[in-house]
């Protein structure tokens, strides 16, 4: 059983930062792709950034240069630092693993439980 868990979010002003953490336990063969996802209010669920067990990072063209993304393979916990914070961030963000079987970020496995980000003044 994986279990993914998040933690981070909150009320930030924009032009702020915040930093989510993933922790993810369980069958460690399903954790070669971690991604961080997002869905506001009226809206699909999306991809934000995604990492690979070898380092290589995916991001949305509307957060490059202000998220990164990072992971640490050791301890099974995934990181997005979230720098220049604007109001149209705002939404639930989920830790999601990708499928083995799939290269689609699209294609998630397991879902966290999701932490809120609000950004307003």
């Known amino acids: 059983q994986v279990q993914l868990v998040e933690s981070g979010g909150g009320l930030v002003q924009p032009g702020g930062s915040l930093r989510l953490s993933c922790a993810a336990s369980?069958?460690?063969?399903?954790?070669?792709?971690m991604g961080w996802y997002r869905q506001a209010p009226g809206k699909q669920r999306e991809l934000v950034a995604g990492?690979?067990?070898?380092?290589?990072?995916n991001y949305a063209d509307d957060v490059k240069g202000r998220f990164t993304i990072s992971r640490d393979n050791a301890e099974e916990m995934a990181y997005l630092q979230m720098n220049s914070l604007k109001p149209e961030d705002t939404a639930v963000y989920y830790c999601?693993?990708?499928?083995?079987?799939?290269?689609?970020?699209?294609?998630?496995?397991?879902w966290g439980q999701g932490t809120q980000v609000t950004v307003s003044s």
């Open positions: 369980g069958s460690t063969s399903s954790f070669y792709a």
């Open positions: 990492i690979i067990r070898g380092g290589t990072t």
């Open positions: 999601g693993i990708r499928s083995p079987y799939s290269r689609y970020w699209s294609a998630v496995a397991y």
